[in-house]
Structures are given as structure tokens and as C-alpha cells.
T-cell receptor
Framework: DAKTTQPTSMDCAEGRAANLPCNHS???????VYWYRQIHSQGPQYIIH???NNETNEMASLIITEDRKSSTLILPHATLRDTAVYYC???????????FGKGTRLHILP | GAGVSQTPSNKVTEKGKYVELRCDPI?????LYWYRQSLGQGPEFLIY????????DSGLPNDRFFAVRPEGSVSTLKIQRTERGDSAVYLC????????????FGPGTRLTVL
């Protein structure tokens, strides 16, 4: 079973920041938080991952709480192309399967 | 550069037939994963290869499903005596291996069993 809890769906206005929450209260010390997204009819796409510290790349920012029991993915300026299902995943570092939950369906509204 | 490719993109077969689905990972990626995705669900893990060997096949649903990666590159997922419940999108992913590395997914093969 997935070790994360996410809202089923969210809306965000185009051009605004999209903040996607994720709860992972049972995360272990050696587990990373990963985010992937899946645009309709495509395979999942890696976005970002982190262990303890906040992370930022060209796609998004990841904010992890100090107790690591929850995190937020931030898309700073959402566009219509960001409409997708976003998956929050916890997994050990290194090669291992990904256990996907149902994710959050993010709708970007024009 | 080239990403993960999967062939065919669509496969329609009849119940009871045998099918093979192919995955070409990114060159140099040692780890390869198979997942399947039913409508409205997240991808479900099937099997993971590290090089030529299956490191984890705990997700294969039964012995009708088998996968190989004989030279540590291309992989084939084989399904015998297909059933209507096998209809899904079959996704392949690859990664560099070692450490917290991202998985790169292919576009998937949509299998329909009539």
C-alpha cells in the first residue's frame, strides 16, 4: 500500500502558484520523498525528490516539514500544461520499486 | 537523447492468446522496471531488473506473467493465456542505478484483451 495521503483533486488558476500537499506520517529515516506527475496518455515524469532539506529545481520546489511527516510540492507559476495527476511517493534511496497511490488530479484553470 | 521506448504502442489480442511487450531502456541504465496501470489507478509495480537478473518480481500477479532481460538492456514482458483482466497500460521505466536515482518512464503499451 502507498504510504502517502493526498487530496483527490485540486484546482489552480493559471499563473498562480499550485501547492500540492502530501502526508507521510509513517516515513522512515532512510526514505526519500519523491514527486512524479502523469499527463494524460503519457508515462509518469519525475519532478523532484528530497530527504530532509527543501529542494528546488527548474520544475518545482519541495518543502518538507521538520518532522518529515508531510511535504508540499510547489509549482510557482502554473500553466495549462501542468494539468496532470501528481503522485507523492516515499521510497528508500537506491534502486527500488515505486509504490504509487492514486495521486492528486490537478486542474489548471484558464 | 532517446528516452525509454516501448513497442507496440497498442496491442489487441483475444482471450487465451500469448503476447510479448518490448521495452528499450535508456542506454547505460542498469535498472529496469515494469508497471501496469488500469484505468483511474496509479501504476502498479510488476518486476524490477538490475542488469540481467530480476531483483524483485514480487508484483507479478501469477505465473502467466514472465519477463526477461537477457543482455541487460532490452526487456520483454511475456503474458501467457491472456485474460480480459490483463487489459491495461503496461509501463516500462529505467534508471541509472545506485543511489536515489529517478526513473524515466516510457509511453506505455496499451493492451486490450477481447
Amino acid at each position: 500500500d502507498a504510504k502517502t495521503t493526498q487530496p483527490t483533486s485540486m484546482d489552480c488558476a493559471e499563473g498562480r502558484a499550485a501547492n500540492l500537499p502530501c502526508n507521510h506520517s509513517t516515513i522512515s529515516g532512510n526514505e526519500y520523498v519523491y514527486w512524479y506527475r502523469q499527463i494524460h496518455s503519457q508515462g509518469p515524469q519525475y519532478i523532484i525528490h528530497g530527504l530532509k532539506n527543501n529542494e528546488t529545481n527548474e520544475m518545482a520546489s519541495l518543502i518538507i516539514t521538520e518532522d518529515r511527516k508531510s511535504s508540499t510540492l510547489i509549482l510557482p507559476h502554473a500553466t495549462l500544461r501542468d494539468t496532470a495527476v501528481y503522485y507523492c511517493i516515499v521510497r528508500p534511496g537506491g534502486d527500488d520499486k515505486i509504490i504509487f497511490g492514486k495521486g492528486t488530479r490537478l486542474h489548471i484553470l484558464p | 537523447g532517446a528516452g525509454v521506448s516501448q513497442t507496440p504502442s497498442n496491442k489487441v489480442t483475444e482471450k487465451g492468446k500469448y503476447v510479448e511487450l518490448r521495452c528499450d531502456p535508456i542506454s547505460g541504465h542498469t535498472a529496469l522496471y515494469w508497471y501496469r496501470q488500469s484505468l483511474g489507478q496509479g501504476p502498479e509495480f510488476l518486476i524490477y531488473f538490475q542488469g540481467t537478473g530480476a531483483a524483485d518480481d514480487s508484483g507479478l500477479p501469477n505465473d502467466r506473467f514472465f519477463a526477461v532481460r537477457p543482455e541487460g538492456s532490452v526487456s520483454t514482458l511475456k503474458i501467457q493465456r491472456t485474460e480480459r483482466g490483463d487489459s491495461a497500460v503496461y509501463l516500462c521505466a529505467s534508471s541509472l542505478g545506485g543511489g536515489p536515482s529517478e526513473q524515466f518512464f516510457g509511453p506505455g503499451t496499451r493492451l486490450t484483451v477481447l
